[in-house]
């Protein structure tokens, strides 16, 4: 199981890890409603070094990313649920809405990142700071139609948590 730490903690990890000469990974994510999809990401992110650190967007960075009535889950529990993944070792909440001071502190071998970002996708901000330690990126193909959003936005089509046509539930 994982260890949630604070940022400045981790970074002394990071310092043991490097003395050490592990290979550290750093990927990050709201990771609001685990899914498939996450699992499988996190899993081939691990497989890129000896170690992984996922950075876990706070509540108030989810909501400005995603919108009103995100996060479903709180930061607290969806870093513990991130932290009982076998394949994960280190955890972190962070409250920017991107990594960039998370690689600037823990300086990363390797950054990893959904297909969804890089090359013929959406910009990767901390590409730059990555480059500037000399870590390396590595795009993760994501797993076809497995999104929180998409499982919501299923959730509330279906009348789910709402009130049924026999009047409400008991």
Excluded: W
């Excluded at 970074?11 to 996450?38: K, M, P, S, Y």
């Excluded at 960075?61 to 991130?82: D, F, I, M, Q």
């Excluded at 998370?102 to 890089?118: I, M, N, T, W």
């Excluded at 009348?159 to 409400?168: I, K, L, T």
């Amino acid at each position: 199981m994982g260890e949630i730490h604070d940022l400045e903690a981790l970074a002394e990890i990071r310092a043991d890890l490097r003395r050490q000469g592990a290979t550290v990974v750093l990927t990050n994510g709201c990771f609001d409603l685990l899914h498939v999809g996450h699992v499988r990401y996190l899993q081939v992110a691990r497989r890129l070094g000896d170690c992984l650190i996922v950075g876990v967007n706070a509540d108030e960075s989810v909501r400005r990313l995603k919108g009103e009535g995100r996060p479903l889950l709180p930061e607290a529990e969806r870093a513990e649920v991130v932290a009982a993944l076998g394949c994960v070792d280190y955890v972190v909440i962070f409250a920017e809405e991107t990594a960039e001071r998370l690689v600037a502190r823990l300086e990363p071998d390797v950054y990893a990142k959904g297909s969804d970002y890089g090359p013929g996708g959406k910009e990767l901000p901390e590409a730059e700071l990555v480059a500037a330690h000399g870590g390396r990126i590595e795009f993760i193909p994501l797993t076809s139609r497995r999104s929180t959003s998409g499982i919501v936005e299923r959730i509330r089509g279906s009348g789910v948590g709402g009130q049924q046509a026999n009047g409400p539930s008991t």
